[in-house]
Nanobody
Framework: QVQLVQSGGGSVQPGGSLRLSCAASGFMFRIAVMDWYRQAPGQQRELVASITSGGATNYADSVKGRFTISRDNVKNTVYLAMNSLKPEDTAVYYC????????WGRGTQVTVSS
């Protein structure tokens, strides 16, 4: 079955960096569009970044220039490198794919605070 196992995250001061990983299994990862979403307390879940099978990327305006999504089709893993983190980046981050149903990772807390 489809599994998305997340790792990374944690707490960091403003301006710091973190990297999230999502190891995928149970489907043909190399042809899948992979996404990262986030959900802050009291907010709707929002799309942060996407990457196609060919490596094309798309970002929310709020993270452009600071976050980088990438993938390793040998390791079946998608990454989200987050730099210049701000307090408003604080949220639970979720890995996602649609195959064709929606599949989600369990979520990883990212807290940006001084």
């Amino acid at each position: 079955q489809v599994q998305l196992v997340q790792s990374g995250g944690g707490s960091v001061q403003p301006g710091g960096s973190l990297r999230l990983s999502c190891a995928a299994s149970g489907f043909m990862f190399r042809i899948a569009v992979m996404d990262w979403y986030r959900q802050a307390p009291g907010q709707q879940r929002e799309l942060v970044a996407s990457i196609t099978s060919g490596g094309a990327t798309n970002y929310a305006d709020s993270v452009k220039g600071r976050f980088t999504i990438s993938r390793d089709n040998v390791k079946n893993t998608v990454y989200l490198a987050m730099n210049s983190l701000k307090p408003e980046d604080t949220a639970v981050y979720y890995c996602h794919t649609k195959r064709p149903n929606d599949y989600w990772g369990r979520g990883t807390q990212v807290t940006v605070s001084s």
